[in-house]
């Protein structure tokens, strides 16, 4: 019996709620039910032994992919999303953008923190500003996204945030826009 299928038999014999799943970064995991159960399957997790590999969360420091099931970090930055049908993980996301490309199009509210930007760009998206916007705690980190979609929103066009990278402090943004096509 393998580490996996050990902790999975311990799981069983005290008929716990916690279980065994898969996280966004390819590991195995287990997702703690209960401080209670957290508790004791820890403690059979360590006499498992180092080579167990597993990485542990608690039911409110993680999600669940409502499409594929894989459990989520929900620390980690661009794991995941919500769409206007349940919450996504990054892979499920990439693998069919159109839901959650309509949750950023004209919403100065929400930013894309997942698809690249070439994917952007190749599906007719330009970027608007030349040096980046910066949103956040220093001095002048200002920019303000509904200010700047108003900016550039106009009859014909369609307007999506991109993060380029953001950290505690600042968040630094893209605008990009596409002329929408015309019926004719
Ligand atoms: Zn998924």
Redesign the pocket.
């Known amino acids: 019996m393998n580490n996996i299928e050990k902790i999975r038999a311990f799981i069983k014999r005290y008929n716990m709620e916690s279980y065994l799943s898969t996280d966004n970064y390819g590991a195995n995991c287990i997702v703690y039910s209960s401080v209670k159960e957290s508790g004791k399957l820890s403690k059979f997790i360590r006499h498992v032994g180092e080579s167990a590999q597993v990485n542990e969360y608690y039911d409110d420091d993680s999600y669940t992919?409502d499409?594929?099931g894989?459990t989520i970090d929900a620390t980690a930055y661009g794991a995941s999303a919500r769409l206007n049908d349940g919450l996504?993980?990054k892979?499920?996301i990439l693998k069919h953008p159109a839901d959650y490309i309509e949750t950023l199009t004209d919403n100065p509210n929400n930013a894309n923190t997942i698809i690249p930007i070439g994917s952007l760009y190749r599906i007719g998206y330009e970027t608007r500003n030349n040096e980046p916007y910066y949103n956040g705690l220093h001095m002048g980190d200002n920019d303000n996204p509904k200010v700047i979609y108003k900016q550039y929103k106009t009859p014909t066009n369609t307007v999506i945030f991109h993060i380029r990278n953001c950290n505690p402090f600042t968040t630094k943004f893209d605008v990009l826009t596409k002329e929408n096509e015309t019926e004719e």
Do not use: T
């Open positions: 992919c499409d594929c894989i996504a993980c892979d499920c």
